[in-house]
């Protein structure tokens, strides 16, 4: 994997600077005001912000410049920047987000490890049966490496759910994930495994350019993750 490939983290919390604030458009201040929690509507803006400052400073152009489009599956992208592809996670207080150095598609995803999320329970569901016994075996800190691991590839290949957990294979050495295979296509990609700010476990995976599907724009929405917080909250 590219080493210029590197994560970037900020902590969101925190009530917005009204510098931060001016960086969003119309449409993005209309969407945060939406939020019914404060806090929630905070962390967005910060996290929003943060994401366009540094996207800009990549790009060297102003900020407020930067519009972003979403994919049907909810990914992000920059239609008036096709060349350059970028993903964001968010948890809790933390955003992250990688900005991929060549032509290929980056996907990253981070996870606050919860110790109280039924972890068992999920993975028999979406996880493989190898992959459900190493879990059982050991901390929960487990399943929160393989989910990310499994969502990292579902959003750099641009499919989202169209790419089931069930059809990613998390490869491991010395009880770590080094590789994941798309078990619909058969081919193999390095992920990067890590704990990340907090209490948390970040997930990168950088796909060449023949590995990715074309983004094709629809309605923003939340990403893979949405589905795992809906399931655990029905236990």
Not at 150 to 175: C, F, H, W, Y
Not at 185 to 205: D, E, F, W
Request: net charge negative.
């Amino acid at each position: 994997m590219d080493s210029a490939s590197t994560v970037q983290f900020h902590n969101t919390s925190g009530t917005p600077l009204p510098e931060r604030v001016a960086l969003l458009s119309g449409i993005e201040q209309a969407r945060a005001a939406r939020f019914h929690f404060e806090h929630d509507r905070h962390r967005w803006i910060n996290g929003r912000a943060w994401v366009k400052q540094q996207l800009a400073s990549h790009l060297q152009v102003p900020a407020p410049m930067l519009h972003f489009s979403a994919t049907a599956h909810g990914r992000p992208f920059l239609p008036d920047y096709p060349g350059t592809d970028f993903n964001l996670s968010h948890s809790g207080e933390w955003i992250a987000l990688a900005i991929c150095p060549g032509n290929g598609r980056i996907g990253l995803d981070i996870e606050t490890i919860d110790p109280a999320f039924p972890a068992l329970e999920i993975a028999r569901e979406f996880f493989l049966p190898e992959e459900c016994t190493w879990l059982s075996r050991g901390p929960i800190d487990r399943f929160f490496q393989l989910w990310t691991a499994k969502e990292a590839l579902m959003k750099a290949t641009g499919q989202g759910m169209s790419l089931p957990p069930d059809q990613i294979r998390v490869n491991l050495s010395d009880d770590r994930p080094v590789t994941v295979t798309n078990l619909q296509t058969g081919t193999t990609h390095p992920v990067l495994s890590y704990p990340g700010p907090g209490n948390t476990i970040v997930a990168m995976v950088q796909l060449c350019e023949a590995s990715i599907f074309p983004h094709a724009p629809g309605p923003e929405r939340g990403e893979v993750s949405a589905l795992l917080h809906a399931k655990s909250d029905r236990t």
